[in-house]
């Protein structure tokens, strides 16, 4: 067995000892060593690429050429974390993924946390239903960001925007401003966001979505972000976000900043994250269905193999290592046509960079979300989707997984 895969091994034993149960209720002593665990066992694992130099939880790596600084939370035990923000509320305004996975691991990290949302809306019930309590941890957005020190923005990115002239006034002098997308700062001209000249603007973006913030933290493990400074007041904004970053569970920080953020974000998620791959998968299903194969056949071999055998080998071995586990046949076929998909989809991908750099993605972005009916009207485009024959396939083929068998 590989040194990765024991350390894989040993992560997933912390895990499966990790409390599954929301740790506010253990003891100190218990969260310290809860974390130190998963840290150790991380800290073993051969994945770690060559480290340049390193002063402790601040590396810079070579990533295939290019030097970048990351940042490790082995800077951040529980306990200096906890005295860093002693004297701080982090007021999280909006609770949608990201609210609930950062709100609850922060609180679990025994920090001040508080939630703002508006009242009676769908979020204020979410956030009763994990324990904030009307009056005490749970308040109006007004009222939670004049008792925040720092006020985590975690409203949809259009809400950001729409609230902003009420926000504004009371992001005060001292007050740190959180976001956790570079959209409404840096596409100010369209959403008007623009942060007084006296607070630190900070970022962290988890690489995932909020539901796999918290459920890699309950695991013990983790999940990586990216970091970025707007707004340097005091000189310690890059610390503080690094600080918080930790406080929400991610494991590795890479520094950008909130341009680079928001442009590669808006365009990985309309790319190959989703909108590309829901796509691709649907050219390629529709021309098998067309050339007379079944539903079943045309999902195997164009979305049941790929997640369930071939994207994890991607995943933990890279690209190569995926196409030598295939056959020879499939290995020449898939390199001759490898460099035609490349080429057909540049100018697709160098339209869409164009899209996300010129604001258009953010300006129908701002209008879509900003409607009062965009629950429902993202939820009916949704439901066109799984209505899809593919899809309607799929659940069909995932019940017949073998490990579904009893
Ligand atoms: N989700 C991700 O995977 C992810 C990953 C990294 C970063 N981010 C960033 O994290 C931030 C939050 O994203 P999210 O996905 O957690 O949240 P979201 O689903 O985009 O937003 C939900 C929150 O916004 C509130 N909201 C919407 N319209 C409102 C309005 N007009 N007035 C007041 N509140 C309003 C909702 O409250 P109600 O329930 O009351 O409507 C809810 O609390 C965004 O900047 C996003 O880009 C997200």
Redesign the pocket.
């Known amino acids: 067995m590989s040194f990765a895969s024991r350390s894989a091994q040993a992560l997933r034993a912390v895990s499966r000892r990790a409390p599954r149960t929301a740790v506010n209720s253990a003891s100190k002593a218990q969260l310290a060593s809860y974390s130190l665990l998963a840290r150790n066992a991380v800290a073993a694992s051969s994945r770690t690429p060559v480290v340049q130099m390193t002063t402790r939880g601040v590396k810079t790596l070579d990533f295939a050429g290019t030097k970048e600084v990351v940042y490790e939370r082995s800077d951040w035990p529980l306990a200096k974390l906890q005295d860093y923000f002693k004297n701080d509320t982090l007021a999280l305004i909006?609770?949608?993924?990201?609210?609930h996975g950062q709100g609850l691991n922060a609180r679990d990290n025994g920090l001040n946390v508080i939630v703002g949302?508006?009242e009676g809306?769908?979020?204020?019930k979410q956030a009763q239903e994990d324990g904030w309590v009307p009056g005490e941890t749970l308040f109006s957005?007004d009222e939670a960001i004049k008792r925040g020190t720092i006020v985590m923005?975690?409203?949809?990115?259009?809400?950001?925007s729409?609230?902003w002239p009420k926000v504004a006034p009371l992001i005060t002098k001292g007050k740190t401003l959180y976001?956790?997308?570079g959209?409404?700062v840096v596409y100010k001209d369209d959403t008007h966001v623009i942060p007084p000249p006296d607070v630190d603007v900070i970022l962290v973006?988890?690489k995932?979505?909020?539901r796999t913030v918290r459920t890699l933290f309950k695991e013990g493990r983790g999940i990586n972000s990216s970091i970025a400074v707007w707004q340097d007041v005091t000189g310690k904004a890059k610390e503080k976000a690094v600080a918080i970053g930790v406080a929400i569970g991610s494991g590795y920080m890479y520094e950008t900043t909130f341009q680079k953020e928001v442009y590669s974000?808006l365009y990985g998620e309309r790319g190959v994250l989703m909108g590309a791959i829901q796509g691709l998968f649907l050219a390629q299903y529709k021309v098998l269905r067309a050339n007379g194969h079944s539903p079943s056949e045309a999902f195997n071999e164009t979305v049941e193999e790929a997640t369930q055998s071939l994207y994890p080998l991607i995943g933990q071995y890279g690209m190569d290592y995926m196409f030598n586990a295939c056959s020879t046949t499939a290995r020449r076929g898939a390199l001759d046509w490898a460099p035609i998909f490349e080429k057909t989809n540049i100018p697709v991908f160098e339209k869409l960079y164009e899209s996300v750099k010129n604001g258009t993605e953010t300006r129908k972005s701002l209008e879509f979300?900003?409607r009062d009916t965009?629950?429902s009207d993202l939820a009916k485009e949704l439901k066109e989707i799984d209505d899809q024959e593919i899809w309607r396939a799929g659940k069909v083929v995932r019940s017949l997984r073998p490990d579904s068998l009893q």
């Open positions: 909006g609770y949608g993924s990201q609210g949302v508006r809306g769908e979020s204020w957005i923005n975690l409203l949809s990115d259009a809400a950001q729409q609230t976001f956790s997308h959209f409404s973006a988890p995932g979505s909020g974000d979300n900003g965009y629950r």
